[in-house]
């Protein structure tokens, strides 16, 4: 495991990467739907739309995450959730997201690296 200045592993770093989009208000702003342990964010400050997502780490693993992230509905095809990382079969695009996605597949792979440390 590569190690950063400080002691940080690249996995801490790509983990707080994540955390940091997840509260981005620009990029993932998870945390209007879901709420979610870790982010210093009080508990009525986060949403209930969707699902809480402490422990979600045990439950699922990084690839799982991605290609939720990336695309929910080929998991629940009926979710309310945005695909971030796809452009095609959407309706409804704010103009500023048209023909790109939300989220980049590093940004992406960032926020599954937080939801995985959510044991």
Request: proline share 8%; hydrophobic share 45%; glycine share 10%.
């Amino acid at each position: 495991m590569l190690v950063l200045a400080g002691g940080a592993s690249a996995q801490d770093a790509q983990a707080r990467l994540g955390a940091a989009l997840i509260v981005d208000s620009e990029k993932g702003n998870c945390t209007i739907c879901h709420a979610i342990p870790g982010l210093g964010i009080p508990p009525d400050a986060q949403g209930n739309i969707g699902p809480a997502l402490d422990g979600v780490g045990s439950r699922h693993d990084r690839d799982w995450f991605i290609r939720f992230i990336t695309d929910p509905r080929t998991t629940f095809p009926d979710t309310v959730m945005p695909a971030f990382g796809i452009t095609e079969g959407l309706i409804d695009v704010a103009p500023e997201y048209a023909g790109r996605p939300i989220l980049t597949p590093d940004e992406i792979a960032a926020i599954a690296a937080y939801l995985e440390t959510l044991q």
